[in-house]
């Protein structure tokens, strides 16, 4: 069965500081790897997504993966109170294969 | 900026009535998705479409359900008799064929709440 585990949450941080957001996956087969927000009630929102081993910045967010280790993280800097919602990890395979999902981890940012 | 949408935005159904959930995926995209919710827990795959075929479905995606590309822009989940367990949200994606060796992006469709009583 494979599995993508997120930390447990909920999470709280304080606004300007940064959340760091958790990820392990148990398929050694998957390549590619994708955060979404989901805010409740809401579709899950695209936004990170990494491929390769190390980090992808874009903005206030960055993506960090270990292949060898099987472990995806997400950093948000200077988080907001917008930034409040479950953020979501995502593993593929392949081009078009499906997307297994963590439970989420819930932020909290207190202004 | 191109979206997925979905229709309706709520359906509510008897037990063992058929339901029709409809997407218009992003235009350029190829793939098709459909994923479901259940409320409090995680979001499950239940099947992809490429190239007017199923090319993956999930275990959750039975007999009772089926997909079809009807015209060059809609893309439907049927399920053919509802039972209360299929209460969920049901999200449609879309993703382009990229090639870059992972899986490509997939944006997800503001989804369907299905309500079965």
């Known amino acids: 069965q494979k599995e993508v585990e997120q930390n447990s949450g909920p999470l709280s941080v304080p606004e300007g500081a940064i959340a760091s957001l958790n990820c392990t996956y148990s398929?050694?087969?998957?390549?590619?790897f994708f955060w979404y927000r989901q805010y409740s009630g809401k579709s899950p929102e695209l936004i990170m997504f990494i491929y390769s081993n190390g980090d992808k910045e874009d903005g206030r967010f960055t993506a960090q993966l270990n292949k060898a280790s099987q472990y995806v993280s997400l950093l948000i800097r200077d988080s907001q109170p917008s930034d409040s919602a479950t953020y979501l990890c995502?593993?593929?395979?392949?081009?078009?294969?499906?997307?297994?999902f963590g439970e989420g981890t819930q932020l909290t940012v207190n202004p | 900026e191109p979206e997925v949408t979905q229709t309706p935005s709520h359906q509510v159904t008897q037990m063992g009535q058929e339901v029709i959930l409809r997407c218009v995926p992003i235009?350029?995209?190829?793939?098709f998705y459909w994923y479901r919710q259940i409320l409090g827990q995680k979001v499950e795959f239940l099947v992809s479409?490429?190239?007017?075929?199923?090319?993956?479905k999930s275990e959750i995606f039975d007999d009772q359900f089926s997909v079809e590309r009807p015209d060059g822009s809609n893309f439907t989940l049927k399920i053919r008799s509802t039972k209360l367990e299929d209460s969920a949200m049901y999200f449609c994606a879309s993703s382009a064929l990229i090639g870059r060796g992972g899986g490509d992006e997939q944006f997800f469709g503001p989804g369907t709440r299905l309500t079965v009583l």
């Open positions: 995502a593993s593929g395979e392949t081009s078009g294969s499906r997307l297994t």
């Open positions: 398929d050694r087969g998957s390549q590619s």
């Open positions: 479409f490429y190239n007017n075929e199923i090319s993956e």
């Open positions: 235009s350029n995209h190829l793939y």
